[in-house]
Structures are given as structure tokens and as C-alpha cells.
């Protein structure tokens, strides 16, 4: 069974650009969840989707946003990119939202750097 | 009150020995605390996870010991190998819509032949 789909692996955009990443869950996960992880620290949670719909948001400014398909994959989109910005962003997939013991599982990431 | 403290940054063990890895929280609502264990390049991986209403938690050559009451969790990788050398995240999450996990800072974990 493939796990959760990351792409690209990795980029390099250039300050005032805009980004579009993408995930797809693991076949029958319903809900999608982003984070950015700086390099040497813990990763910070940015959205939560599921069935098509934003459950949740972190605290990250509007120019990220992200959206979830029919089929349940997902994009995230920063505009306006920030040297900042650069970070490993982490998707995770889940059954559902509230997955108790279980947990996320989560994908191997995309590389961005800002330069 | 979000966060969580993760101690120490960085811990280098001879093999066979026992690691332990400590981790804070102040929100009283947290009611799932996870580890994760991170390779590079890889995305974190769920090792063990623990609820409060036990103090103990093993699989494996991994414990989570759990202290409700000063609100502190820690994991004990018993007989380290090599192989266990990564970063680890402890995490809690809460119910409170979003299953969103605030993480640690994480500790590199070295394991010397």
C-alpha cells in the first residue's frame, strides 16, 4: 500500500513567489493535515482538512492557504514567499480528524527553500 | 500554555545503553501524548503513544513513563542500537476541534557502536 504522497520533493523559489505544494493521502484517508517544520525544530501544524473542509488552522499568516479535492488530496499554497518560508512541509494523513491512539501518518515531505 | 518542552536537545549513548528523553506541557486539556521518531529526510514516524490515565506504556524496547500530576512525560529506549539513532519528537494533542499535535523541539539521538 503506498503511503502518504508528497511532491515535489524538493524546490527553490525565489522571495515574492508563489509555491504550490502537494499531497495525497493514504487510499481511504479522509483528512489531510499540513505542518512546517523548520530546520532543528519541532513541526508547527498549519491546516487540518477533512471531507473537503478547513477543521482547523494554525497560527500562520494568510498568504498560506490550502484546499482539499473530491478525491481527498490536497495543495497548500503560500504566496508572497518569505526567506522564512523555507522549511520542510510535512503532510499527514488520517481516517479522520479526531484518529484518538493512532495518530497521523505522515508523508516524507517538501524541501523549500527561498532564496 | 500550547507548548511543549522537550529536554535534552541532544543525547550521544554507547549501544546497549538506555536513552531517556524528557518532555513538559502545561494545557491540562491534552489528553494524547505521542512520539515520533524522525530519520533524515523522512517525515516523522509514530513510535509509541500514551493517554493520561495510565503512567506506563511499553512496546517494545520503547517506554513511555507519564506523570500526570507534574505534568511531564518521558521515553526510555531500552538496549539501544545504532539503528535508533535519530530525532525524536514528543507531542500532546487535545480535544479541541482540530487534532492538531504540538510538538517538542526535538533531540538528535546518537548511538555509539
Known amino acids: 500500500d503506498a503511503g502518504v504522497t508528497q511532491s515535489p520533493t524538493h524546490l527553490i523559489k525565489t522571495r515574492g513567489q508563489h509555491v504550490t505544494l502537494r499531497c495525497s493521502p493514504i487510499s481511504g484517508h479522509k483528512s489531510v493535515s499540513w505542518y512546517q517544520q523548520v530546520l532543528g525544530q519541532g513541526p508547527q501544524f498549519i491546516f487540518q482538512?477533512?471531507?473537503?473542509?478547513?477543521?482547523g488552522r494554525g497560527n500562520f499568516p494568510d498568504r498560506f492557504s490550502a484546499r482539499q479535492f473530491p478525491n481527498y488530496s490536497s495543495e497548500l499554497n503560500v504566496n508572497a514567499l518569505l526567506l522564512g518560508d523555507s522549511a520542510l512541509y510535512l503532510c499527514a494523513s488520517s481516517l479522520i480528524p479526531a484518529t484518538g491512539g493512532y495518530g497521523y501518518t505522515f508523508g516524507s515531505g517538501t524541501r523549500l527553500t527561498v532564496v | 500554555q500550547q507548548q511543549v518542552k522537550q529536554s535534552p536537545q541532544s543525547l550521544i549513548v554507547q549501544k546497549g545503553g538506555i536513552p531517556i528523553i524528557n518532555c513538559a506541557y502545561e494545557n491540562t486539556a491534552f489528553d494524547y501524548f505521542p512520539w515520533y521518531q524522525q530519520f533524515p529526510g523522512k517525515g516523522p514516524a509514530l513510535l509509541i503513544a500514551i493517554r493520561p490515565d495510565v503512567s506506563e506504556k511499553k512496546e517494545g524496547r520503547f517506554t513511555i513513563s507519564f506523570n500526570k500530576s507534574a505534568k511531564q512525560f518521558s521515553l526510555h529506549i531500552m538496549d539501544s542500537q545504532p539503528g535508533d539513532s535519530a530525532t525524536y519528537f514528543c507531542?500532546?494533542?487535545?480535544?479541541?476541534?482540530?487534532?492538531?499535535?504540538?510538538f517538542g523541539q526535538g533531540t538528535r539521538l546518537t548511538i555509539n557502536p
Open positions: 507531542a500532546a494533542s487535545g480535544i479541541q476541534g482540530a487534532q492538531k499535535l504540538v
Open positions: 482538512y477533512y471531507e473537503k473542509e478547513e477543521r
